[in-house]
């Protein structure tokens, strides 16, 4: 399993609407910043502020070019976020039906 403070990144990536809008826009594959912040109506401060947080989360791989930066999901930190999500809900003791304890 990974550390605490990866996971509460991890997290934290998820806890806000504007970056769940933002992995909706990048599910359709990688974006400019430009075009993030056409579709988000947020000032590039804010946007480089979301990105911060979904690129040290790992699910937001960067690219530079020239003046811009290319965003896009990353396969293997969702798969991570995925399998990080999965160990910490798994029931390992006991009856998990509703009511027991």
């Known amino acids: ?9 991890i997290f934290k990536a998820l806890s806000d609407e ?3 809008r933002i992995l909706e826009i990048l599910k359709s ?3 400019c910043a430009c075009k993030l912040l056409e579709e988000l109506n947020v000032t590039q401060p804010t946007l480089s502020h979301h990105m911060k947080i979904l690129c040290d989360s790992g699910i937001v791989d ?5 003046k811009w930066t290319y965003y896009r999901i990353s396969k293997s930190g969702r798969d991570n ?3 990080i999500f999965a160990e ?8 998990d ?3 027991h304890r």
């Open 1 to 9: 399993m990974n550390s605490y403070a990866q996971t509460a990144r």
């Open 18 to 20: 504007n970056r769940v």
């Open 29 to 31: 594959g990688e974006k």
């Open 62 to 66: 960067s690219r530079k070019d020239g």
């Open 81 to 83: 976020a995925m399998r």
């Open 88 to 95: 910490l809900t798994e029931i390992t003791g006991g009856d």
């Open 97 to 99: 039906e509703p009511g």
